[in-house]
């Protein structure tokens, strides 16, 4: 186990609502990334909170936004939900933002879009 | 900008036998290359990863990887497959800041 937490494990949403997903990062760790895994597909990263400021975004809409507090813990918030938002978003929590940095993943969150 | 390469999709060993996962890179600086498992409805678990020290990697459960940066790669490899390393498995690219990019991930499958 890794330290970071998701919650929750599974949502079922409906086109056109809105999700939050949240993230606890591993005590420590000031870094929080977030990425998109489709079935069958390795994960897309979606953006990355260093000191609770967004610190670079892949391609993803505005509609994909976040937030990073005090503790370093995060939320994703996608807005406008789509059929094809439907998958894996995993949080990982790394040390320092660094790209020899290790990062944590967590468990991850199932959702689907239906 | 990085890119990683997985070159097989899907990899079939029997329980004992080696066990050899391709990747190729693509890095425009010095890069950080890692390898991850997924076990089923599971996040991803850090395998090994190197950061320009040693060019021979050891991980945890018996995986070790070489980075050969004449040849762009990064290959994974176990000398005796067991039954709980059916899993799918990525290899990943960084930048200098942690974007981590991934390749599309080989799916092992082991038989007794």
């Known amino acids: 186990e890794t330290g970071v937490t998701q919650s929750p494990t599974h949502l079922i949403k409906t086109r056109g609502q809105q999700v939050t997903l949240r993230c606890s990062s591993q005590?420590?760790?000031?870094?929080v990334s977030w990425y998109q895994q489709a079935l069958g597909q390795g994960p897309q990263f979606i953006f990355q909170?260093?000191?609770?400021?967004?610190?670079g975004r892949g391609n993803f809409p505005p509609r994909f936004s976040g937030l990073q507090f005090p503790n370093y813990s995060s939320e994703l918030n996608v807005n406008a939900l789509e059929l094809d938002d439907s998958a894996l978003y995993l949080c990982a929590s790394s040390l320092v933002r660094q790209g020899r940095d290790t990062q944590y993943f967590g468990p991850g969150t199932r959702l689907t879009v239906l | 900008a990085q890119s990683v390469t997985q070159l097989d999709s899907h990899v079939s060993v029997s329980e004992g036998t080696p066990v050899l996962l391709r990747c190729n890179y693509s890095s425009s600086y010095s890069p950080s290359l890692f390898w991850y498992v997924q076990h089923p409805n599971k996040g991803l678990q850090l395998l090994l990863k190197?950061?320009?020290?040693?060019?021979l990697v050891k991980g945890i459960n018996g995986f070790e990887a070489e980075f050969k940066k004449s040849e762009t790669s990064f290959h994974l490899t176990k000398p005796s497959a067991h039954m709980s390393d059916a899993a799918e498995y990525f290899c990943a690219v960084t930048d200098s800041w942690g974007k981590l990019q991934f390749g599309a991930g080989t799916q092992v499958v082991v038989t007794p």
């Open positions: 190197y950061t320009s020290a040693a060019t």
């Open positions: 005590s420590g760790h000031n870094t």
């Open positions: 909170y260093y000191r609770e400021e967004e610190n």
